[in-house]
C-alpha cells in the first residue's frame, strides 16, 4: 500500500474556533442542528490528513491543476496515472487497457485505489476513477472531491489536439462524444465542490479556483443572512445568533419583519462560466447556479442535484423546462407555465417544499402558511403534496386567498390541489389583507411561542418572501438568455431587455439578482395591470397608497398593491442601509406613503422602467397576437407584452416572462377572441378553447385537476384576525394531534 506523508497541513484549527463553533451552536436555534454539526467537522478537518482530490474527464486539466495547487499550499502532489497506475502495474495505462479490456481496466484500476492512501496530499484521479464505486468510497473517506467541470465540446476539442482518439469505455460504435456523456452521471455521483472550466481558461486561473473553492466550502460560516430592517451596528452585536440558510427556509420572515437576504450578497460568474452552461440543460444550469447559492454545509451538492432532479421531472411537461419562444420581431417569449399548476409559480414550488424538509429539524412539526392573490395557492399546495409520506405527516401548508378576488379556474384549482396536508381557505377580503395578516401572525411572539408549546408546531413562510422562493426564479432568467446565445440569436455579452408582468416584485426581483450575477440584462421592463403603484413608484419615486383601492382586473395575480419584495431591492440599492429601509416602511404602515431620496431613484431608474396596462388593451392584445401568430398569451402576459410594445427601443431583443397558461383565466381568453358563447363551468370553458386547436395546448395538469370531485369544497371565513388565528390553530389540532 502506498502511503504519503503531509510535508505541512492545509489548514490549522485553533481550540478558540473550536469552542466559538460550539457556543454558537448552543445559541443559536435547533433547526438542522446535527447537519451543521456534521459540516462543520467535515469542512473544519482540512488539516494534514485530509486530500484534495481532482475529479474530471480526460482532458481536464486535472494533473496540471493539480501540480499548481500543490505548488502553492507547498503540499504533495499525486497523480493516479503516473504515480499510482503505471507504477503498480509496471507498464502504461494505454498498453494496460489495450492488454485487459474495458471491463477488466476499470475494475483493476479501481483494485488499485483501494490499496493506495494518502494524507495531506493534491491527488489528480483519472477520469475513468469515478466509475469504481468502492475505490471512490475509499477516496472520499480521507478528502474533499472537486469536479472541473469543462463543457464536453472543449474536451473533445482538447483531445482531438492530444491526438487521443480512445479512452476507457469506448468501443466500435460509439462515439467519443457519448463516452464524456455517459461518465457525467458518475462524476456527479461523487464530487463536494464543483469549479466550472470554460474553453480557454489558464490553468493557473483553474488552480486559483480551486483553492477559492476550497475555501468557500470550509467557511460555511462565512455565508449568512441579515434582515433588511437591520442596521449595521445591531449586526457586530448579534454574531452569536447569526442565520444560516437552512435558518432562512424554514423561519421565512425575519423577527424584526423585515426579509433576510445574504449578507455577503450573491455569487457572481465570470463570462466564461456562464459560457460554459450553453450547452448544458436547464437542470444542469439549475444545479451549477444553486450550488453556488447554496453552501454544501446547508446542502451537499448530491442532495441539492436530488431535489433538482425531482423538482424539474416527468411533473413538467416540456423536456425543456422553461423554453423560449420567438413571437415576433425582436420579442421572445420565456414559456413558464409547463408546470403541474401552470404558472411560473412552479419553478419555486416543486422544488422549496423538497429543500424544507430537508433543512428543518425532525423533532418539530411545521404549518406552512400562505397568502395568495391567484397562482401561488395552488403551486403551494401541489408541491407541497409531492413530499415523502413521512415528510406529510410532520409538513402541513394552509393556504389564504382573497375569496371573490380570483378567476373561478384559479378557485378551483387551488380547491382541487387539497390533499391531506394541504388545505385553503378562502377570506372575504382581498390578498394585501391576507398577506398583512400572516405577516402580523409571524410577528405575534406570543401566538407563535404558545403553538410551539401548546401543539409543538412551528410556523413557516412560503410565499415570495421566503429567500428560498428567488433562487430558482433566478436560474430561468439566467436560462432564457443562455438560450438565445444557444440558438444564434446574440452572441454572448450582447444585451437583452426583460418584460415581466410584476405584482409581489418577485419574479422581476430574480432578473435583477441574475443581472448582478453576471448576466447581461440591460433594463428590466416592470409591468403592471389597472394596479398601477409600481408604474408610479418607479416613474417618480413615490410609493403611495393613499385613496387607493385594489381593482380586480383580468390578471389578478398581480392584483398588488403593497410589494413585499420590493423591500429586499431597495434595501441592496441602498447599500444595506436597513434603518433607512426600517425609516420607510415604518412611514408606509403608519402614513401609508413614503418617498426615496434623488440618489436612490436614480440607481432604481438605472435598472428598472415600468408601464401599465387597461383592461381594454390587455384584450386586444390577446386578440392581435392570436390573430398575427394563432398564439394565445394569457392575461399577465399579455398585460407584459402591452407595456413591451410601449416602451422597449428595438436595440436588443426583449424576453417577455409568460407567467401563466391562459388556461388559468379562461373566461377572459374567450371574451378576447371574441367567442360569443362562454359557458360558467370552468371545465367547460376549456373544452371549447381546446376545440379551436390552440397553440400552446390547453394545459393537461390543469384539465385533470378540474375534474375532480368535490371542487367547491373549502373554508371560508372572515377578514378577521381572530378568525384566521382560529383556523390555523384548529388546524394543527386536526392534522397533528
Known amino acids: 500500500m502506498l502511503h504519503v506523508v503531509p510535508h505541512q497541513p492545509l489548514r490549522l484549527i485553533t481550540q478558540n474556533s473550536l469552542t466559538s463553533m460550539c457556543f454558537k451552536l448552543m445559541l443559536s436555534r435547533p433547526v438542522a442542528f446535527a447537519q451543521i454539526w456534521k459540516s462543520w467537522f467535515s469542512s473544519h478537518s482540512l488539516v494534514g490528513n485530509k486530500n484534495i482530490i481532482l475529479m474530471g474527464p480526460p482532458g481536464a486539466g486535472k494533473t496540471t491543476v493539480g501540480r499548481i495547487v500543490g505548488q502553492k499550499l507547498d503540499c504533495p502532489v499525486i497523480d493516479i496515472d503516473d504515480d499510482v497506475l503505471e507504477t503498480t502495474w509496471n507498464m502504461s495505462v494505454s498498453e494496460k487497457l489495450q492488454d485487459v479490456g474495458n471491463e477488466q481496466f476499470l475494475e483493476e484500476e479501481g483494485k488499485a485505489l483501494l490499496k493506495f492512501s494518502a494524507s495531506g496530499s493534491v491527488i489528480s484521479l483519472t477520469g475513468s476513477n469515478p466509475m469504481h464505486s468502492a475505490g471512490m468510497q475509499h477516496m472520499k473517506k480521507n478528502g474533499i472531491v472537486v469536479y472541473l467541470?469543462?463543457?464536453?465540446?472543449?474536451?473533445?476539442?482538447?483531445?482531438?489536439?492530444?491526438?487521443?482518439?480512445?479512452?476507457?469505455?469506448?468501443?466500435?460504435?460509439?462515439?467519443?462524444?457519448?463516452?464524456?456523456?455517459?461518465?457525467?452521471?458518475?462524476?456527479?455521483?461523487?464530487?463536494?465542490?464543483?469549479?466550472?472550466?470554460?474553453?480557454?481558461?489558464?490553468?493557473?486561473?483553474?488552480?486559483?479556483?480551486?483553492?477559492?473553492?476550497?475555501?468557500?466550502?470550509?467557511?460555511?460560516?462565512?455565508?449568512?443572512?441579515?434582515?433588511?430592517?437591520?442596521?449595521?451596528?445591531?449586526?457586530?452585536?448579534?454574531?452569536?445568533?447569526?442565520?444560516?440558510?437552512?435558518?432562512?427556509?424554514?423561519?421565512?420572515?425575519?423577527?424584526?419583519?423585515?426579509?433576510?437576504?445574504?449578507?455577503?450578497?450573491?455569487?457572481?460568474f465570470t463570462a466564461g462560466e456562464w459560457q460554459s452552461l450553453i450547452e448544458a440543460t436547464y437542470i444542469e444550469r439549475a444545479q451549477v447556479i444553486l450550488e453556488r447559492c447554496v453552501h454544501p454545509a446547508d446542502i451537499p451538492a448530491s442532495k441539492l442535484a436530488e431535489i433538482i432532479g425531482t423538482a424539474y421531472g416527468e411533473n413538467f411537461t416540456c423536456s425543456k423546462i422553461a423554453p423560449v419562444r420567438h413571437l415576433a420581431g425582436n420579442q421572445f417569449l420565456l414559456e413558464l407555465f409547463h408546470g403541474p399548476t401552470a404558472s411560473f409559480k412552479d419553478f419555486a414550488l416543486q422544488m422549496v417544499p423538497h429543500i424544507f424538509a430537508y433543512c428543518i429539524p425532525r423533532t418539530c412539526n411545521y404549518l406552512v402558511l400562505v397568502a395568495t392573490s391567484g397562482d401561488t395557492g395552488s403551486a403551494v399546495l401541489d408541491g407541497f403534496s409531492r413530499l415523502h409520506d413521512t415528510?406529510?405527516?410532520?409538513?402541513?401548508?394552509?393556504?389564504?386567498?382573497?375569496?371573490?378576488?380570483?378567476?373561478?379556474?384559479?378557485?378551483?384549482?387551488?380547491?382541487?390541489?387539497?390533499?391531506?396536508?394541504?388545505?385553503?381557505?378562502?377570506?372575504?377580503?382581498?390578498?394585501?389583507?391576507?398577506?398583512?395578516?400572516?405577516?402580523?401572525?409571524?410577528?405575534?411572539?406570543?401566538?407563535?411561542?404558545?403553538?410551539?408549546?401548546?401543539?409543538?408546531?412551528?410556523?413557516?413562510?412560503?410565499?415570495?418572501?421566503?429567500?428560498?422562493?428567488?433562487?430558482?426564479?433566478?436560474?430561468?432568467?439566467?436560462?432564457?438568455?443562455?438560450?438565445?446565445?444557444?440558438?444564434?440569436?446574440?452572441?454572448?455579452?450582447?444585451?437583452?431587455?426583460?418584460?415581466?408582468?410584476?405584482?409581489?416584485?418577485?419574479?422581476?426581483?430574480?432578473?435583477?439578482?441574475?443581472?448582478?450575477?453576471?448576466?447581461?440584462?440591460?433594463?428590466?421592463?416592470?409591468?403592471?395591470?389597472?394596479?398601477?403603484?409600481?408604474?408610479?413608484?418607479?416613474?417618480?419615486?413615490?410609493?403611495?397608497?393613499?385613496?387607493?383601492?385594489?381593482?380586480?382586473?383580468?390578471?389578478?395575480?398581480?392584483d398588488i398593491l403593497k410589494s413585499s419584495n420590493l423591500e429586499r431591492y431597495l434595501h441592496l440599492i441602498a447599500n444595506e442601509d436597513g434603518q433607512l429601509v426600517t425609516q420607510l416602511y415604518n412611514q408606509l404602515e403608519n402614513q401609508g406613503h413614503f418617498q426615496l431620496q434623488?440618489?436612490?431613484?436614480?440607481?432604481?431608474?438605472?435598472?428598472?422602467?415600468?408601464?401599465?396596462?387597461?383592461?381594454?388593451?390587455?384584450?386586444?392584445?390577446?386578440?392581435?397576437?392570436?390573430?398575427?401568430?394563432?398564439?394565445?398569451?394569457?392575461?399577465?402576459?399579455?398585460?407584459?407584452?402591452?407595456?413591451?410594445?410601449?416602451?422597449?427601443?428595438?436595440?436588443?431583443?426583449?424576453?417577455?416572462?409568460?407567467?401563466?397558461?391562459?388556461?388559468?383565466?379562461?373566461?377572459?381568453?374567450?371574451?378576447?377572441?371574441?367567442?360569443?358563447?362562454?359557458?360558467?363551468?370552468?371545465?367547460?370553458?376549456?373544452?371549447?378553447?381546446?376545440?379551436?386547436?390552440?397553440?400552446?395546448?390547453?394545459?393537461?395538469?390543469?384539465?385533470?385537476?378540474?375534474?375532480?370531485?368535490?371542487?367547491?369544497?373549502?373554508?371560508?371565513?372572515?377578514?378577521?384576525?381572530?378568525?384566521?388565528?382560529?383556523?390555523?390553530?384548529?388546524?394543527?389540532?386536526?392534522?397533528f394531534m
Open 391 to 558: 415528510d406529510k405527516q410532520r409538513i402541513a401548508v394552509m393556504n389564504f386567498f382573497p375569496e371573490d378576488g380570483v378567476s373561478p379556474i384559479q378557485k378551483s384549482q387551488m380547491i382541487g390541489c387539497q390533499k391531506e396536508n394541504a388545505w385553503s381557505v378562502g377570506v372575504k377580503s382581498d390578498f394585501d389583507f391576507c398577506q398583512t395578516a400572516i405577516k402580523q401572525i409571524f410577528t405575534n411572539s406570543d401566538y407563535t411561542g404558545f403553538l410551539t408549546v401548546e401543539y409543538g408546531t412551528a410556523l413557516a413562510a412560503a410565499n415570495s418572501i421566503n429567500w428560498a422562493r428567488l433562487l430558482p426564479q433566478i436560474v430561468y432568467h439566467a436560462s432564457a438568455y443562455l438560450d438565445l446565445v444557444h440558438q444564434d440569436i446574440i452572441p454572448f455579452g450582447s444585451p437583452v431587455d426583460v418584460c415581466i408582468p410584476t405584482g409581489n416584485f418577485g419574479n422581476i426581483l430574480a432578473a435583477l439578482y441574475a443581472k448582478m450575477m453576471g448576466i447581461p440584462i440591460r433594463k428590466c421592463i416592470c409591468a403592471s395591470n389597472e394596479n398601477n403603484v409600481l408604474t408610479d413608484f418607479v416613474r417618480t419615486g413615490v410609493y403611495d397608497l393613499r385613496g387607493r383601492k385594489l381593482i380586480p382586473t383580468f390578471s389578478p395575480a398581480v
Open 149 to 268: 467541470d469543462v463543457p464536453t465540446t472543449v474536451v473533445m476539442s482538447r483531445l482531438k489536439s492530444m491526438k487521443v482518439d480512445r479512452i476507457v469505455g469506448q468501443s466500435p460504435g460509439i462515439s467519443l462524444k457519448d463516452i464524456l456523456q455517459f461518465r457525467k452521471q458518475f462524476y456527479k455521483r461523487w464530487y463536494d465542490i464543483r469549479v466550472l472550466c470554460g474553453g480557454d481558461i489558464a490553468a493557473e486561473v483553474v488552480a486559483e479556483k480551486v483553492l477559492d473553492a476550497v475555501k468557500r466550502y470550509q467557511n460555511s460560516e462565512l455565508e449568512t443572512f441579515i434582515s433588511t430592517r437591520s442596521s449595521r451596528s445591531g449586526r457586530s452585536m448579534e454574531q452569536d445568533s447569526c442565520k444560516y440558510f437552512s435558518d432562512v427556509v424554514t423561519e421565512g420572515l425575519a423577527p424584526d419583519g423585515g426579509l433576510f437576504v445574504p449578507e455577503r450578497g450573491l455569487p457572481e
Open 598 to 735: 434623488k440618489d436612490l431613484l436614480e440607481k432604481l431608474q438605472q435598472d428598472l422602467v415600468a408601464g401599465w396596462c387597461s383592461e381594454e388593451d390587455c384584450l386586444a392584445a390577446i386578440h392581435s397576437v392570436y390573430s398575427t401568430t394563432g398564439y394565445i398569451l394569457d392575461t399577465h402576459t399579455a398585460v407584459a407584452k402591452v407595456v413591451a410594445d410601449r416602451l422597449q427601443d428595438r436595440t436588443c431583443p426583449i424576453i417577455i416572462s409568460s407567467t401563466a397558461h391562459y388556461s388559468k383565466c379562461a373566461p377572459a381568453i374567450l371574451r378576447a377572441l371574441r367567442i360569443a358563447e362562454i359557458k360558467q363551468n370552468p371545465l367547460s370553458q376549456l373544452h371549447l378553447l381546446s376545440s379551436y386547436s390552440p397553440l400552446p395546448p390547453v394545459h393537461w395538469g390543469l384539465l385533470e385537476t378540474l375534474k375532480k370531485k368535490g371542487n367547491e369544497d373549502h373554508q371560508v371565513c372572515a377578514a378577521d384576525m381572530g378568525m384566521l388565528m382560529s383556523r390555523i390553530e384548529s388546524l394543527i389540532q386536526n392534522h
